[in-house]
């Protein structure tokens, strides 16, 4: 089939680990890469942010990066990014009506994307799926004041629920969430993530480690809701062990980070700035081998749409404690592949975390069991089967194009 990927702030080709770069970008990129060698024709629209941007990039993995001129062509917070939807939806319906290339199926990433897409396939009779990636009213219960997010975002995401032909949603926790708002649970299919276990695998080199005491690894965006402080505060009752985090801007521009600075402070005052290490952002084609020099990854969001960093660790045979929080609660397995603890408790972070390094059998027992289930049930090609799947049923809805007011 022809497939459209809408993913207006999340490229496929970004650099990740900034603070609007992360799982989104991998997601769409792997996605993409995987529908292509399930034989579709893929095409991934995004914002462009850049004016140097051409404006259609072929990609080694067969599918095409187009670059939508909506909004200035400079870098743009996405929670800025509402004003230029419209634009970025009439460009999809004009190029799609006009040119050569009109896809079967629409398939929007964020609830932005979702607008623009909607708008298109509306004016063009192109039936539409939409990945959420992550909800307003989670955001906004646990940012509060300090949610940047447009005002109406909920609304919106309320209303896409149902505008949109299929929603997928990527672990039960969502489905609750949307429910929660109103969108029948009819209206959803539920398609986890995976993980590139070409890449994401036990054997192969790994990053250097000091000569002693074991590593905790914890990865993502600098972003206070990932959890970093709480790994920080639990370090003090977990002596000896390094905590190394990976992510935010590269090791050169980590100094002017507000959060990276906040994070170095705390540190400072538990007593442990000798044992945190932050590395900054490195490129995703270096992740594997950070996560194979750890004992341990600890991800501990106070939320999480998904999570596809405690899929990678797992991938690579690193057993995981995780927060018992969107995603992580589907993908680790309390007991079997891996400890969930309740977010942001330093307390119950620092017991589990001494607890399985003091245990090289349980670590063993639980990478393990962790690599079966990822083996099992989170391939990028899974993924792309099932959504193949959506989309042909999708496609066969007939919706005559209409005029959108
Ligand atoms: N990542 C990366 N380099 C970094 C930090 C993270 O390539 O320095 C990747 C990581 O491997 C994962 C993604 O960014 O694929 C983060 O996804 P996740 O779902 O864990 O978090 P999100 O950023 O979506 O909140």
Known sequence: ???????????????LGEEDAGGQNTHVAELAAALVDEGHDVR????RDSATLPEAVPTPYGYQVWHVPAGPPRRVPKDELLPYLGEFGSWLADTWRRGDWTPEVAHAHF???????????????????????????????HQGTMDTSPPGRIGYERALGRAA??????????????????????????????????VFRPDGPAAPRGPSGPRILTVGRMVERKGFLDVVRALPAVPHAEC?????????????????????????????????KLVGGVPREEMAAWYRSADVLVAAP???????????????????IGTNVGGIADTVVDGLTGDLVPPRDPRALSTAIRRLLADKVRRFAYATAALDRIRCLYSWKR???????????????????????
């Open 165 to 198: 032909d299929r929603i997928i949603v990527q672990c039960a926790d969502e489905v609750r969430e949307l429910v929660r708002i109103g969108v029948p649970r009819s209206r959803m299919t539920l398609v986890p993530s995976g993980v590139n276990q070409q």
């Open 244 to 276: 190394v985090v990976v992510g935010g801007p590269p090791a050169d521009l980590l100094a002017a980070d507000t959060f990276a600075r906040r994070l170095s402070a705390a540190a400072e005052s538990c007593g442990v700035g000798d044992r945190v």
């Open 44 to 47: 991934v629209y995004t914002r």
């Open 302 to 320: 106070w939320y999480e749409p998904f999570g596809l960093t405690p899929l990678e660790g797992m991938a690579c045979g690193v057993p995981v």
């Open 383 to 405: 993924c792309a089967e099932q959504l193949g799947g959506v989309y042909a049923a999708v496609a066969t809805l007939t919706r005559p194009a209409q005029a959108v007011v």
């Open 1 to 15: 089939m022809r497939v459209a990927m809408i993913s207006e702030h999340a490229s496929p080709l970004a650099v």
């Open 111 to 141: 609830w932005m994307s979702g607008l623009a897409t909607v708008h298109a396939g509306r004016r063009i009779g192109v039936p539409t799926v939409l990945t959420y990636h992550a909800l307003g009213t989670v955001k906004r219960r």
